[in-house]
């Protein structure tokens, strides 16, 4: 999905917490004072295909690892953030504002 939209296009990744398990399920599982395990639902859509996994607690690490490599590579088409240049104050300019700022006081 990445690569058809490389020149092209965007892909939007969601990631919603889940437990997959209905409102009913959930409510039984904690009146009977079980613990309910929740999984990370993951979405993608380049606008025309939608894709979509579930993934565990015990996998969430080595997901995210993997998931973090393909991002890296497919962002070489982002443009660079352009920044304004910002001058250091000379040292005589610093002299000059700390002097201003500090007047005494009359009496």
Do not use: N
């Not at 409102?23 to 993951?42: D, F, N, P």
């Not at 993934?55 to 070489?76: C, E, N, P, W």
């Amino acid at each position: 999905m990445f690569e058809k939209s490389k020149e092209k296009g965007s892909v939007w990744v969601t990631l919603k917490r889940s437990s997959l398990k209905s409102k009913l399920q959930k409510r039984k599982l904690s009146a009977a004072g079980e613990s309910i395990e929740y999984r990370c639902l993951i979405r993608a859509t380049d606008a025309k295909k939608t894709i979509s996994t579930s993934v565990g607690a015990k996998d969430h690490l080595r997901f995210q690892a993997s998931y973090a490599t393909i991002l890296k590579a497919h962002m070489t088409a982002l443009k660079k953030r352009e920044r304004k240049d910002r001058k250091k104050p000379t040292e005589a300019e610093k002299k000059e504002s700390t002097s201003t700022s500090t007047k005494p006081k009359k009496l």
